[in-house]
T-cell receptor, first 115, second 114 residues
């Protein structure tokens, strides 16, 4: 069974540009989560999508946005890139059970570098 | 403020030795606590998940404990192997809101030396 996949593996952009990151969840999972892991910091929750809708978002500015497609894959968009957006962006998926008790499975991440 | 603190920040042990990693949290109300292993440059992999009523859970050589009264958890690794070298992340979920309200610790970086 294929795990969570993310693309691209690496992405280099310059300040002010836009970045688009993609995630495909494990088959059967309806929930997709996005996290940012900056160097030296813990994972920070960005967004949660379930059944095509945004269910929750973390403490990030509106230039971080995304969507979930009918096939449950997801896209994270970061507009007006800033140097501090350089980080590993991780996507996770789960069955989306209520209560947060199910396990999230993480993808390998996309390393975004902003120059 | 909801926080998850892990200690030590880093740890070096010899292959075959045991070690214990600590996690203290102030998240309230509490739903569950998870331990993840993250190899360098890879996504985290779940090791254990414990709810309020569970005080110990094992996964092979990994044993996690939870004291919900003192809001402390530990991850004990037995007979360490070189492949155990990784960051170990403690994650606490709060019952308020819904999924996505996970608070991550900064992790403990474990290095196992031959």
């Amino acid at each position: 069974e294929a795990g969570v996949t993310q693309s691209p593996t690496h992405l280099i952009k310059t300040r002010g540009q836009q970045a688009t990151l993609r995630c495909s969840p494990i088959s059967g999972h309806t929930s997709v989560y996005w996290y940012q892991q900056a160097l030296g910091l813990g994972l920070q929750f960005l967004l949660w999508y379930d059944e095509g809708e945004e269910r929750n978002r973390g403490n990030f500015p509106p230039r971080f946005s995304g969507r979930q497609f009918p096939n449950y894959s997801s896209e994270l968009n970061v507009n007006a890139l800033e140097l501090e957006d350089s980080a590993l962006y991780l996507c996770a998926s789960s069955f989306g059970k209520a209560g947060g008790s199910d396990t999230q499975y993480f993808g390998p991440g996309t390393r975004l570098t902003v120059l | 403020k909801n926080q998850v603190e892990q200690s030590p920040q880093s740890l070096i042990i010899l292959e075959g030795k045991n070690c214990t990693l600590q996690c203290n949290y102030t998240v309230s109300p509490f739903s569950n606590l998870r331990w993840y292993k993250q190899d360098t440059g890879r996504g985290p992999v779940s090791l254990t998940i414990m709810t309020f009523s569970e005080n110990t859970k094992s996964n092979g050589r990994y044993t996690a404990t939870l004291d919900a009264d003192t809001k402390q958890s530990s991850l004990h690794i037995t007979a360490s192997q070189l492949s155990d070298s990784a960051s170990y992340i403690c994650v606490v979920s709060a019952v308020w809101g819904s999924q996505g309200n996970l608070i991550f610790g900064k992790g403990t970086k474990l290095s196992v030396k031959p």
